[in-house]
């Protein structure tokens, strides 16, 4: 299916910084819960993230990440997600996230 330049521009898709990663036992499949900073304009966010296989709490926080800003709420058991981190299956189908390669401002959009 092909779709138009405008089409592209309703998926809102942001850089901000994960600031905080906590464990998310609640979730049927493995996840974290994510707090994500993306700047003034938007601010913080929250999102679950099933990508335990490649990733430590620890070493999430500080990382940049896309996700797409303007979803719906979703509710996922107790957690409310407000945004949907992106990222590739690899070889096993598990998830690694996408990233920008070099720092850059939060709340910056993908063009």
């Known amino acids: 299916m092909t779709i138009s330049y405008d089409d ?54 500080g990382r940049q990440v896309l996700a797409v800003v303007n979803f719906p709420p979703k509710r996922i058991g107790p957690f409310t997600s407000e945004v949907l981190c992106l990222g590739l299956p690899d070889a096993e189908d598990a998830v690694v996230l996408i990233a920008p390669t070099q720092p850059v401002p939060n709340g910056g959009r993908l063009y």
Do not use: C, M, N
């Open 8 to 61: 592209f521009l309703k998926v809102d898709i942001r850089v901000g910084t994960i600031v905080a990663a906590e464990p998310f036992p609640e979730a049927r499949k493995p996840a974290y819960k994510l707090t994500v900073d993306f700047g003034p304009e938007i601010g913080t966010k929250r999102s679950s993230a099933q990508i335990t296989t490649h990733y430590t709490l620890d070493e999430l926080v």
